[in-house]
């Protein structure tokens, strides 16, 4: 019997709550500036990026870790798209109105309205329109592991996460650490990425398989 990774489950279930996993990506060196600084300036000046994540999660005590990997690409404001290669094949994509998840195991797709459903959230910082003071209280969370940290604490109780930590390295965000309000802590990872690269629209495009099994909130014909 297939089990859906952790990861993607995790993602879909705080997108259906209004909220979503947060990718990271790099921004232009800013060698003196502070972690803050660093921040905006990666919201302001990334518009768009794609390359490989690699991520783990940790339930409750007690819990094995969880990993999964794969690619991703996003363009502001709201596409994206969210491949798993492992453990699983599952693609999450976001064309600006609605998320698609598609499952080729189980010959499902899932969509959903997105609504306003970013700027309240950790999605905010890559997929939103970069007022991240609005969404966010910002403050400097110090250094560890080789890092400077970012301390980010949603402003809305209903985001779906306690807070998160954004981590930076001579100006470029290297990881991201997110804990939801189960309790749960997700570390995001990226090892390869490219910053504002040219992308296509269809690449955020999405059309069910012939036969696939739908479920969600279709668009009008």
């Not at 297939?2 to 709550?17: D, F, G, H, N, W």
């Not at 798209?81 to 976001?94: A, D, M, S, T």
């Not at 804990?179 to 059309?207: E, H, K, M, W």
Request: glycine residues 10%; without cysteine; hydrophobic residues 45%.
């Amino acid at each position: 019997m297939k089990m859906i990774p952790v990861v993607s489950a995790t993602l879909s279930r705080v997108l259906a709550a209004g909220g979503l996993l947060v990718l990271v990506f790099a921004g232009s060196p800013l060698q003196a500036a502070d972690a803050l600084a660093q921040l905006q300036h990666f919201v302001r000046s990334t518009h768009s990026a794609e390359g490989v994540f690699e991520q783990t999660v940790h339930a409750a005590a007690g819990s094995s870790a969880r990993t999964s990997a794969g690619r991703f690409a996003f363009a502001r404001p709201g596409r994206f798209h969210w491949l798993y290669e492992q453990p699983y094949r599952q693609e999450l994509i976001g064309d600006g109105e609605r998320l698609w998840s598609w499952d080729p195991d189980l010959n499902q797709v899932v969509v959903r309205t997105l609504g306003d459903a970013l700027g309240a959230t950790p999605a905010a910082i890559l997929f939103g329109q970069g007022e991240l003071e609005q969404s966010f209280a910002l403050n400097d969370d110090g250094e560890e592991g080789g890092l400077s940290w970012v301390l980010a604490i949603p402003r809305q109780n209903d985001s779906g996460f306690e807070r998160v930590r954004i981590g930076l390295e001579e100006g470029e965000l290297r990881q991201m650490e997110l804990r939801d309000s189960f309790g749960q802590t997700t570390l995001i990872r990226f090892v390869q990425l490219d910053a504002n690269p040219a992308l296509p629209a269809t690449r955020f495009q999405f059309s069910p398989p012939p036969g696939a099994d739908v479920i969600g909130d279709l668009p009008s014909p």
